[in-house]
């Protein structure tokens, strides 16, 4: 079993930059995906952003490519979002998920909110 912790979240003006941060622990198979979801306040939870055990290999949502950065330290058990210009439609809860291979999320975090307003 793969526990998630996330942390990070906060209020940030449009335009700026804020970091998430995912510790990862428990049973860790070597092909655990990591990855970020959102939701926001009445609308469905969506993928933003997942970075592969195998080669590192990222992938982003259109609505985030170029300004989301996903990145894992596999020697730390972490894996960070880096989001940068940020817009107030990226306001929503953010999860850290896992899951192994092709298959779909085992494992959520708790969440963390980001908020962005001027």
Request: hydrophobic share 30%.
């Amino acid at each position: 079993q793969v526990q998630l912790v996330e942390s990070g979240g906060g209020l940030v003006q449009p335009g700026g930059s804020l970091t998430l941060s995912c510790v990862y622990s428990g049973h860790i198979p070597e092909d655990l995906n990591l990855g970020w979801y959102r939701q926001a306040t009445g609308k469905e939870r969506e993928w933003v952003a997942t970075i592969h055990a195998i080669g590192m290999t990222t992938d982003y949502a259109d609505s985030v490519k170029g300004r989301f950065a996903i990145s894992r330290d596999n020697a730390k058990n972490t894996t960070w979002l880096q989001m940068s210009g940020l817009k107030t439609e990226d306001t929503a809860t953010y999860y850290c998920a896992a899951n192994r291979g092709n298959g779909a999320v085992t494992n959520w975090g708790q969440g963390t909110q980001i908020t962005v307003s001027s």
